[in-house]
């Protein structure tokens, strides 16, 4: 079983919907949690961090329940150009601050 | 340009070759990794220094793969006799410290092996 799994999609949604993404851990000792975009054959790119409290930016909202190891990803009012592939990452702070990334969901917004 | 800096961008060899790598990663930070994507599948951890020193290791990082940042402050990665299972993206990143930040990716160096 993967560290981090998703769901890999796609979600092939219209522009203007909302869609929600999901993503699991099993490391109990995980402490940082990240949402990274990655747009076809590009780099990961931060997005956003996620806290306990739940952080927003913008048309953007993520989630943790650390009781469930479970992470969430919130796009309002998308856009064609969210179209990318969303990684889901975790960190152990106390092993160098190794990121371990989810296989990834794909998001389609379309016209 | 004050970013990750990886060359080359794409790499075609052929198997049984040699192939290296080199990452920039930005001035200011102290710790640089190196991951691995393959197609439809997140990037995985294969190694990271902190400074000069290389301090852990991943297990897909075999005995073919090595990895130095000499002085702490650009890095290589070297694949000796090259299979087509290596044919993959070559991720660098660098980040400042244990601060539970993210990090900065390169652009990345896409290696296929022929």
């Known amino acids: 079983r993967k560290e981090v799994e998703q769901d890999p999609g796609p979600f092939n949604v219209p522009e203007g919907a909302t869609v929600a993404f999901n993503c699991t851990y099993s490391?109990?000792?995980?402490?940082?949690f990240f949402w990274y975009r990655q747009d076809c054959r590009k780099e990961p790119k931060l997005l956003m961090s996620?806290?306990?409290s739940g952080n927003e930016d913008g048309r953007f909202t993520a989630q943790l329940n650390r009781a469930s190891q479970y992470i969430s990803l919130l796009i309002r009012d998308s856009k064609l150009s969210d179209s990318a592939t969303y990684l889901c990452?975790?960190?152990?702070?106390?092993?160098?601050?190794?990121?371990?990334f989810g296989g990834g969901t794909r998001l389609m917004v379309k016209p | 340009d004050t970013g990750v800096s990886q060359n080359p961008r794409h790499k075609i060899t052929k198997r049984g070759q040699n192939v290296t790598f080199r990452c920039d990663p930005i001035?200011?930070?102290?710790?640089l990794y190196w991951y691995r994507q393959t197609l439809g599948q997140g990037p995985e951890f294969l190694t990271y220094?902190?400074?000069?020193?290389?301090?852990?290791k991943s297990r897909l990082l075999s005995d073919r793969f090595s990895a130095e940042r000499p002085k702490g402050s650009f890095s290589t990665l070297e694949i000796q006799r090259t299979e087509q299972g290596d044919s993959a993206m070559y991720l660098c990143?660098?980040?400042?410290?244990?601060?539970?930040?993210?990090?900065?990716f390169g652009s990345g160096t896409r290696l296929t092996v022929v």
């Open positions: 990452v975790v960190a152990h702070n106390n092993a160098g601050n190794m990121l371990t």
């Open positions: 990143a660098s980040s400042l410290g244990s601060q539970g930040t993210g990090y900065t």
């Open positions: 001035s200011e930070h102290n710790r």
């Open positions: 996620v806290y306990s």
């Open positions: 490391n109990s000792a995980s402490q940082s």
């Open positions: 220094f902190q400074n000069e020193a290389q301090l852990e």
